[in-house]
Antibody, heavy 120, light 109 residues
């Protein structure tokens, strides 16, 4: 059974940093691209960042480029999101999501999410 | 940037009725790269449809997807009580890599 378990969320002051983790199990982690998707309170879904299975290719939404860094440790089956220079508008539930292994570019499994609150 | 616009914003229907949700793209989208998700309060999104018309694993056949180019549709043939939720379309493109529509809330009439 595929499981994705996020952790690391919490309350942080504007300008602060936080590192999210997503522990994966139930599939060959290194074979799949992964993404972070966030959802501000009461709002819709926003894709944040993606990383290839090997970790050699990364992409970011313009809203987080230069502030967030996605990475993965395939030996630990864990995905990370390092978030620096946090702003109030980064407040959201952050989901990690597994991309389908075929060419369809959709997310077939999601974690339960971790809440990040940026406030003084 | 491809913008996905979903309509209506809110759809009020009764169990047993047919629901038709629309997702319109600002530019042509490959059908292979169009997906639909269902999200219930307090839960993560769930993949319903990928490749515009293929049901994900475990999704009941009352859910169907169709469309091509800039116009895509999610149809729920006969609404069950558990189908009332928010639905999002999503596409894969260039920059940004993925975009979501703003969502359609399907509520009980």
């Amino acid at each position: 059974e595929v499981q994705l378990l996020e952790s690391g969320g919490g309350l942080v002051q504007p300008g602060g940093s936080l590192r999210l983790s997503c522990a994966a199990s139930g599939f060959t982690f290194s074979s799949y691209a992964m993404s972070w998707v966030r959802q501000a309170p009461g709002k819709g879904l926003e894709w944040v960042s993606a990383i290839s299975g090997s970790g050699g290719s990364t992409n970011y939404a313009d809203s987080v480029k230069g502030r967030f860094t996605i990475s993965r440790d395939n030996s630990r089956s864990t995905l990370y999101l390092q978030m620096n220079s946090l702003r109030a508008e980064d407040t959201a539930v952050y989901y990690c999501a597994k991309r389908r292994g075929d060419g369809y570019k959709s997310f077939d499994y999601w974690g339960q999410g971790t809440l990040v609150t940026v406030s003084s | 940037e491809i913008v996905l616009t979903q309509s209506p914003g809110t759809l009020s229907l009764s169990p047993g009725e047919r629901a038709t949700l629309s997702c319109r793209a600002s530019q042509s989208v490959s059908s292979s790269y169009l997906a639909w998700y269902q999200q219930k309060p307090g839960q993560a999104p769930r993949l319903l449809i990928y490749g515009a018309s293929s049901r994900a694993t475990g999704i009941p056949d009352r859910f169907s997807g169709s469309g091509s180019g800039t116009d895509f549709t999610l149809t729920i043939s006969r609404l069950e009580p558990e189908d009332f939720a928010v639905y999002y379309c999503q596409q894969y493109g260039n920059s940004p890599l993925y975009t979501f529509g703003q969502g359609t809330k399907l509520e009980i009439k």
